[in-house]
């Protein structure tokens, strides 16, 4: 299909005591998988499923020897597809890039033909990655509150969880946008400015969105829900949404159980919806990157973004697994 290319890339062993290890190591497009399309990475980032590949959690990948990172915006080197021509740029994300697909952070991916979409004319390469997985997720969610009614006339709080991360800081940046009042949930109290300048109403801590009393239903607050938490976060947040209050639940940082009884959906009209970013459709991700360059463009972009090169991969992946990280890595994939 084209000459071999040697390339850099965050390579990520299992070793022989079951540990894993990464490091920066060079290979070739001849590694690569098998793919329609070759894809010359100008950028990649950085998103919490990232450190869970690399750290070898099984439920994200499962072959070894790996390159992680879910999130990838290049121009296509070589196609054998006819819908793809050397020179379009291009985003990918989600499907099985980064899991057990060699991924973004690497100088070339290849890919399927059906994995990419066309980077929009309105949409800076690196600005593609500043919003990212962790972009996309929260566009998701936005559409997924105002698609069921949630609007920004009925004047009252928005409230979103992990608000300092990736995806949490994105969706309140897009709802402020919108005019929604949002109210942002953070563990750090050192973020609590950034959250006000992205548009952030109220801080809350994440104890206020934590109940421990146990009760079915707790007093009717918001009228919306953006979480990235999951766990007991999310179960309080159910029981605390106003009567048609709509929650969007993407994360799972805090857990995975979610105690509750059927009382908010059947006496309050709650409705919680899942979002997949993964499996998000072709024609959904194309309508999201293009209002990411456009409508919901975040001023503020470059403040919540850090550009890192793979030598800096480790440092933030512990971050993101300690819940440390504050908005959004881009990663240029060189030493
Ligand atoms: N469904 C999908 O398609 C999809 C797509 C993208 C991401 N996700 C999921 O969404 C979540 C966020 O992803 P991300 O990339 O934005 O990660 P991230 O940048 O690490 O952000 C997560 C944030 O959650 C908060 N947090 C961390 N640990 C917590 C804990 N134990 N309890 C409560 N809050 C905690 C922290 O924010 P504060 O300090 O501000 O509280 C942290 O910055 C992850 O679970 C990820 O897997 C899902």
Redesign the pocket.
């Known amino acids: 299909m084209s000459e071999t290319i040697s390339f850099p890339c965050y390579f990520v062993t299992k070793e022989g005591d079951g540990t894993f290890r990464g490091a920066v190591a060079e290979r070739t497009t001849t590694d690569l998988p098998a793919g329609d399309v070759l894809v010359r990475v100008a950028y990649s980032s950085?998103?919490?499923?990232d450190?869970?590949s690399a750290s070898g959690n099984p439920g994200v990948t499962r072959k070894f020897p790996h390159v992680p990172g879910i999130d990838a915006v290049g121009t296509v080197e070589a196609s054998s597809s006819d819908a793809w021509k050397p020179g379009q740029p291009v985003i990918v994300t989600?499907h099985d890039l980064g899991q057990n697909t060699w991924g973004g952070l690497a100088g070339f991916i290849r890919v399927p033909a059906a994995w990419l979409v066309r980077l929009p004319a309105n949409l800076l390469a690196r600005d593609a990655m500043s919003y990212g997985?962790?972009g996309?997720?929260?566009a998701?969610c936005v559409e997924a509150l105002l698609a069921r009614g949630v609007s920004a006339s009925q004047g009252g709080e928005v409230v979103v969880?992990?608000?300092?991360?990736?995806?949490?800081?994105?969706a309140v940046g897009i709802l402020a946008r919108l005019g929604f009042n949002v109210a942002?949930?953070?563990?750090?109290p050192a973020?609590a400015e950034l959250?006000t300048k992205l548009g952030a109403k109220t801080i809350l801590s994440?104890k206020d969105v934590?109940d421990a009393s146990g009760k079915p239903l707790l007093a009717q607050r918001f009228i919306g829900a953006v979480d990235?938490?999951?766990?007991n976060?999310l179960t309080t947040l159910v029981k605390s949404m106003q009567r048609q209050g709509v929650v969007a639940?993407?994360?799972?940082?805090?857990?995975i159980d979610i105690p509750l009884t059927v009382y908010p959906f059947i006496l309050r009209g709650v409705d919680l919806v899942?979002?997949?970013?993964?499996e998000?459709p072709q024609e959904q991700r194309e309508r999201i990157w293009s209002n990411l360059g456009g409508a919901w463009s975040l001023p503020l972009l470059q403040e919540i973004t850090t550009e890192i090169t793979l030598g800096d991969v480790p440092t933030h992946l512990a971050?993101?697994?300690?819940?440390?990280?504050?908005?959004?890595v881009v990663v240029k994939p060189v030493k």
């Open positions: 950085l998103n919490y499923k450190a869970l989600g997985t962790a996309l997720t929260a998701q969880t992990g608000a300092s991360g990736g995806v949490g800081s994105i942002a949930v953070t563990g750090k973020a959250l994440r934590d990235t938490v999951g766990g976060v639940a993407c994360g799972l940082v805090g857990g899942g979002i997949d970013s993964v998000c971050r993101l697994l300690k819940g440390e990280a504050v908005g959004r």
